[in-house]
């Protein structure tokens, strides 16, 4: 899960650009050998969803073939050689040469497969990616089922309200380390006064008995430790005098390097810690809110694709009203995006695909348990050394089946019990990989109240005032209120609205103000900031969302679209951008 770098040892080739496309409806493309070539390819942006890119398959989630031929540079032989996919939704099957490496299942999180020995060094290399992302109801997340949140008319068949883009969203990468290798590095800060304390483990290839350094480097200072490796597995203590923390308003990083006698390698790393005491979240052992917002992958064109200008625009976009936070709703974003909250001081609650889960049946349950601890696990593998990760969730808005739609009470009881169950699993799970960052999960208005049980931070989504309450605010602030306050009567534990917002048209004026214009919005923010400003356990509030986004069809969703953006999906501010400086800012 090393993010791939180009340095003294390892070599990096990033094989994003323009790749041949076909999709394969029919499913008879390996049958056929497409994995060698594909006749009547189309050209296709890699990183990119096909879904933006074509209008004829803006809909089409099916199977599709990806091909591209490339040299190696002959100057890798004698080392390993790798191929890794950033991230591909949802199932994806590589081929070299004609050579099936291997799949992988689950969307947005980082994969690799070893290439050596089916290399061709003087020739060009055929390298093929099969792709699908059928909706499926044993899927994270699922599809082709009903949901007590999803109209049954909605198209494509969500579980979830945002569009399913497809394809091959973040770089294809060839790199190369040498025969003896640093597999694997875990980073974990403290603090001792005015000094920062940072134990580092190296994994790597061999069992061999290795010798190797660690050192971590800031501005004019260097401190060193040394690295004995038995089994493939070292350890070292490093004390940082006068350490610079990093923060949201400081966001200092040092450059650790882990060499030994073949391999280096050098992270960013920002010492600093997190938790909670009472009502609060410390960082640094100082009280800090997360202000902020949900977010989306989601552009014109790009689709779920990297899109690395628009990463800068969003961040510089997030600091002008004020905030230091966001959720990687609902899915984990790319790696370049934490690089960067590392670099600007955001603090992000990092998350699984794990949206709008349901509880049905016992063997659903186990399929989607398996896939979320595996992406729990990949997860943390892949991002546990960033500063800006300050917490792990587990799940957004899982559901229970409500009465009225056609379920039982005895099936409502078995939901809440396999929830509870399910959820702990997971957040047991966290703690056990990191216990080093808070892990929570975001409940749905009307969620069972013992699922929270176990969250160190209780992250609630709530909408009096839209879905519930809608056009009358006096009365939906007054329940807000009343919520929170019971919240914290039954918990103690610091609460956080991780999502609270509008549709809105923008330029859709009134006056007085009325639902979907830019007023209502503005006062519905104001509303909510007001009342969290009153209250001392609130740890933060993220607005739902940052800016309008892709979403299914239906007669929630004008044009296909959630617009319940601070900013249109075009990153043009409305009204209640405003309002945000005004609490923020100050």
């Given at each position: 899960?090393?993010?791939p770098?180009?340095n003294?040892s390892?070599n990096?080739?990033?094989?994003?650009?323009?790749?041949?496309?076909?999709?394969?409806?029919?499913r008879?493309?390996?049958?056929?050998?497409w994995?060698?070539?594909l006749?009547?390819?189309?050209?296709?942006a890699?990183?990119?969803?096909?879904?933006?890119?074509?209008?004829d398959?803006?809909n089409y989630?099916?199977?599709?073939?990806?091909?591209?031929?490339?040299y190696?540079p002959?100057?890798?032989?004698?080392?390993?050689v790798?191929?890794?996919?950033g991230?591909?939704c949802?199932?994806?099957?590589?081929y070299v040469?004609?050579?099936k490496?291997?799949?992988?299942?689950?969307?947005?999180?980082?994969?690799?497969f070893e290439?050596?020995?089916?290399l061709?060094?003087k020739?060009?290399?055929?390298?093929?990616?099969?792709?699908?992302?059928?909706?499926?109801?044993?899927r994270v997340?699922?599809?082709?089922?009903?949901?007590?949140?999803?109209?049954?008319?909605?198209?494509?068949?969500?579980?979830?309200?945002?569009?399913?883009?497809?394809?091959i969203?973040?770089?294809?990468?060839?790199?190369s380390?040498?025969?003896v290798?640093?597999?694997?590095?875990?980073?974990?800060?403290?603090?001792n006064?005015?000094?920062?304390?940072?134990?580092?483990?190296?994994?790597l290839?061999?069992?061999?008995?290795?010798?190797?350094?660690?050192?971590?480097?800031?501005?004019?200072?260097?401190?060193?430790?040394?690295?004995?490796f038995?089994d493939?597995?070292?350890?070292?203590?490093?004390?940082?005098?006068?350490a610079?923390?990093?923060?949201?308003?400081?966001?200092?990083l040092?450059?650790?390097?882990?060499q030994?006698?073949?391999?280096?390698?050098?992270?960013k790393?920002?010492?600093?810690?997190?938790?909670?005491?009472?009502?609060?979240?410390?960082?640094?052992?100082?009280?800090?809110?997360?202000?902020?917002?949900?977010?989306?992958?989601?552009?014109?064109?790009?689709?779920?694709?990297?899109?690395?200008?628009?990463?800068?625009?969003?961040?510089?976009?997030?600091?002008?009203?004020?905030a230091?936070?966001?959720?990687?709703?609902?899915?984990?974003?790319s790696?370049?995006?934490?690089?960067?909250?590392?670099?600007?001081?955001?603090l992000?609650?990092n998350?699984?695909?794990?949206?709008?889960?349901?509880f049905?049946?016992d063997?659903?349950?186990a399929?989607?348990?398996?896939?979320?601890?595996?992406?729990?696990?990949?997860?943390?593998?892949?991002?546990?050394?960033?500063?800006?990760?300050?917490?792990?969730?587990i799940?957004?808005?899982?559901?229970?089946?409500?009465?009225?739609?056609g379920?039982?009470?005895?099936?409502n009881?078995f939901?809440?019990?396999?929830?509870?169950?399910?959820?702990?699993?997971?957040?047991?799970?966290?703690?056990?990989?990191?216990?080093?960052?808070?892990?929570?999960?975001v409940?749905?208005?009307?969620?069972?109240?013992?699922?929270?049980?176990?969250?160190?931070?209780?992250?609630?989504?709530?909408?009096?005032?839209?879905y519930i309450l809608?056009?009358?605010?006096n009365?939906?602030?007054?329940?807000?209120?009343?919520?929170?306050?019971?919240?914290w009567?039954?918990?103690?534990?610091?609460?956080?609205?991780?999502?609270?917002?509008?549709d809105?048209?923008?330029?859709?004026?009134?006056?007085?103000?009325?639902?979907w214009?830019?007023?209502?919005?503005?006062?519905?923010?104001?509303?909510y900031?007001?009342v969290a400003?009153?209250?001392?356990?609130?740890?933060?509030?993220?607005?739902?969302?940052?800016?309008?986004?892709?979403?299914?069809?239906?007669?929630?969703?004008?044009?296909?679209?959630?617009?319940?953006?601070?900013?249109t999906?075009?990153?043009?501010?409305?009204?209640?951008?405003?309002?945000?400086?005004?609490?923020?800012?100050?």
């Amino acid at each position: 899960m090393l993010y791939p770098q180009q340095n003294i040892s390892r070599n990096k080739f990033d094989l994003s650009g323009i790749w041949d496309f076909k999709i394969d409806p029919d499913r008879m493309g390996e049958r056929n050998g497409w994995h060698t070539g594909l006749d009547g390819a189309r050209p296709i942006a890699v990183p990119g969803s096909w879904n933006e890119q074509y209008e004829d398959i803006y809909n089409y989630l099916g199977l599709a073939w990806y091909v591209k031929s490339t040299y190696v540079p002959q100057y890798w032989q004698g080392q390993r050689v790798f191929l890794r996919v950033g991230s591909a939704c949802y199932f994806s099957t590589i081929y070299v040469n004609g050579i099936k490496m291997g799949s992988h299942e689950g969307g947005h999180l980082p994969f690799v497969f070893e290439v050596t020995d089916h290399l061709c060094w003087k020739t060009e290399n055929t390298i093929a990616i099969s792709v699908e992302n059928d909706l499926m109801p044993t899927r994270v997340p699922s599809g082709n089922m009903s949901s007590p949140l999803m109209p049954q008319s909605c198209f494509p068949r969500t579980t979830y309200d945002f569009f399913p883009f497809a394809g091959i969203h973040r770089p294809v990468v060839l790199y190369s380390v040498p025969p003896v290798y640093i597999e694997d590095i875990t980073v974990i800060t403290g603090i001792n006064g005015l000094d920062g304390t940072v134990k580092v483990r190296v994994q790597l290839n061999s069992a061999d008995t290795i010798q190797g350094s660690v050192h971590i480097k800031g501005d004019e200072v260097t401190f060193t430790a040394k690295l004995m490796f038995k089994d493939g597995l070292a350890e070292a203590h490093l004390i940082v005098h006068n350490a610079n923390f990093w923060s949201d308003k400081t966001p200092y990083l040092y450059d650790l390097t882990v060499q030994t006698e073949q391999d280096q390698y050098t992270l960013k790393v920002g010492v600093r810690t997190v938790k909670v005491q009472g009502g609060q979240i410390f960082l640094n052992d100082k009280p800090i809110h997360l202000n902020g917002y949900g977010r989306h992958e989601d552009f014109y064109a790009s689709g779920k694709g990297l899109n690395q200008p628009l990463m800068v625009k969003d961040y510089q976009l997030m600091r002008w009203t004020g905030a230091n936070s966001y959720r990687t709703s609902h899915y984990p974003y790319s790696e370049e995006e934490m690089q960067l909250a590392d670099r600007e001081g955001f603090l992000i609650i990092n998350e699984i695909p794990a949206v709008s889960l349901q509880f049905d049946n016992d063997e659903n349950i186990a399929i989607r348990l398996r896939t979320c601890l595996q992406q729990v696990d990949e997860l943390i593998t892949r991002d546990k050394n960033h500063a800006s990760v300050v917490m792990w969730c587990i799940a957004n808005e899982p559901l229970i089946a409500q009465p009225g739609l056609g379920v039982s009470v005895s099936s409502n009881v078995f939901s809440v019990a396999k929830g509870k169950e399910f959820l702990g699993t997971l957040m047991q799970r966290v703690r056990t990989l990191d216990p080093t960052r808070l892990v929570t999960f975001v409940a749905l208005m009307g969620s069972p109240s013992s699922w929270v049980e176990q969250c160190d931070v209780i992250c609630m989504n709530r909408y009096w005032g839209w879905y519930i309450l809608g056009g009358e605010l006096n009365k939906a602030l007054i329940s807000l209120e009343q919520e929170l306050d019971s919240a914290w009567e039954t918990w103690h534990k610091p609460i956080m609205i991780t999502e609270f917002g509008a549709d809105t048209m923008a330029g859709m004026h009134g006056h007085p103000n009325a639902m979907w214009t830019e007023e209502y919005q503005a006062e519905f923010v104001r509303g909510y900031l007001t009342v969290a400003a009153r209250k001392d356990f609130i740890a933060g509030m993220q607005v739902w969302n940052f800016a309008d986004f892709a979403s299914i069809q239906s007669i929630m969703r004008v044009g296909g679209m959630n617009m319940k953006g601070i900013f249109t999906r075009g990153r043009t501010p409305k009204m209640a951008a405003h309002v945000l400086r005004e609490f923020w800012i100050k």
